[in-house]
């Protein structure tokens, strides 16, 4: 009877993010521009990019390098809103879910899924608007930079939605950390580029993965590692203090459990 509740859970987990229609016109919308406007700024000039699966400096195309962080940008800001606002205004909707007697490993299991299909779904569709704006090397390479990017960020946004109780602050930390990250990796106009403290930044190993998708046919393994060290941390982190705090309201409502059934949450009018 596990697999009912886990696929109920994650209906309305990936319900929520479909419900955030900001966020989905942003992704339809603002990812071309973004590629757009760029693309016509930016000359296609030379430029020396630290590739440490290598450790050597490649040429690659100035215009083209933009192109792939012009999608970090934009879709790790999307993803990382969707997933800070749908973990804050799901949290009651929780609440009700474990007060009737839904099992908390089934719910951060939902959760999880949830990321990795929104994830792998938003990465997909950057890197095919890619195709209309440059043809990268490796299409199945760029799409899987982007999308460790997507899992970085939305488990920041879902660390974000239980951690800080104000929804100014945490769109906030987004933006700004967003913004550094992405940029930093990028030399064109950046004399902080290819310098080795990058590599402690989230968007290292996902960029590393798309460049050599883009200019090479190299596999970064241990880039790719570094991905998911991320991601995991800042998921892992989250629904750890997710456990603890379902955990209480568990607690504080034991007396409600035996009286709730499980279908009393299936209509989430509070969220």
Same mark, same amino acid.
Do not use: C
């Given at each position: ?115 990795? +299909?929104?994830? @792998?779904?938003? &990465?997909?569709? *950057?890197? /095919?608007? #890619?195709?209309? $704006? %440059? !043809? ?89 590692? +570094?991905?998911? @060290?991320?991601? &995991?941390?800042? *998921?892992? /982190?989250? #629904?750890?203090? $997710? %456990? !603890? ?27």
């Amino acid at each position: 009877m596990m697999s009912d509740p886990y696929r109920t859970a994650l209906r309305y987990a990936l319900r929520e993010q479909t419900r955030n229609r900001l966020a989905i016109g942003l992704l339809v919308i603002f990812v071309p521009l973004w590629y757009f406007l760029l693309g016509t700024i930016i000359p296609a000039d030379p430029l020396p990019f630290r590739f440490r699966a290598t450790g050597a400096f490649i040429q690659v195309n100035g215009q083209d390098l933009t192109f792939l962080t012009a999608g970090f940008n934009a879709l790790t800001l999307i993803i990382g809103f969707m997933f800070f606002a749908s973990t804050r205004s799901g949290a009651r909707f929780d609440h009700r879910l474990v007060l009737s007697g839904y099992s908390r490993p089934v719910l951060i299991l939902a959760k999880l899924s949830a990321l990795v +299909v929104a994830a @792998a779904s938003i &990465a997909l569709y *950057a890197s /095919l608007v #890619l195709l209309v $704006f %440059w !043809r990268p090397e490796s299409f199945a390479l760029v799409w899987l930079g982007y999308f460790g990017a997507a899992l970085i960020y939305g488990g920041l946004g879902l660390l974000l939605g239980v951690l800080v109780s104000s929804e100014l602050a945490g769109f906030f930390f987004i933006i700004m950390l967003s913004l550094m990250d992405t940029f930093f990796q990028n030399p064109y106009g950046n004399p902080a580029a290819n310098k080795p403290f990058l590599a402690w930044f989230p968007s290292y190993g996902p960029v590393q993965l798309a460049v050599a998708g883009g200019f090479t046919h190299v596999f970064p393994t241990r880039e790719m590692l +570094v991905s998911l @060290a991320w991601f &995991a941390g800042f *998921a892992l /982190l989250g #629904l750890a203090i $997710f %456990w !603890r705090r379902t955990r209480a309201w568990n607690t504080h409502g034991h007396a409600s459990v035996s009286a709730a059934s499980p279908a009393a949450a299936e209509a989430p009018s509070s969220m």
